[in-house]
């Protein structure tokens, strides 16, 4: 099992989970952070960091959010993998939370 970021994380990109990862399994693209699922333990240190509740373990992702399993996979082959923790974007704040957010996605 993996876990998986979803739509949640678009414009927000708290990069909190990255720094307790323990086998730098995310990847960080534009507006967004995704988890390889090649990479992934499943050690579960990750989830409880997002301030925007944005991960899930790959059994729990909501049925509306389930197309982010196969994003996660595509995108980590695309992006570099992040080891550090940096700024969330500056509105991250006013994105939390906000629905249909997949066509701000930027790749």
């Known amino acids: 099992m993996t876990f998986v970021v979803t739509e949640n ?3 927000c990109k708290y990069t909190d989970c990255v720094e ?14 995704v988890i390889d699922p090649e990479e992934c333990i499943d050690c579960t240190l990750c989830e409880p960091e997002c301030p925007a509740e944005a991960i899930f373990a790959e059994d729990d992702v909501p049925e509306d ?9 595509t995108l980590t082959k695309e992006w570099p993998v992040i080891t550090e923790r940096k ?14 957010k997949l066509a701000l996605l930027e790749r």
């Open 65 to 73: 959010q389930a197309h982010f399993t196969e994003i996660n996979a």
């Open 20 to 33: 307790v990862c323990p086998v730098d399994c995310f990847h960080e693209g534009p507006n967004f952070l």
């Open 87 to 100: 700024e969330p974007l500056a509105d991250a704040k006013e994105w939390d939370g906000k629905p249909d």
């Open 9 to 11: 994380c678009i414009k």
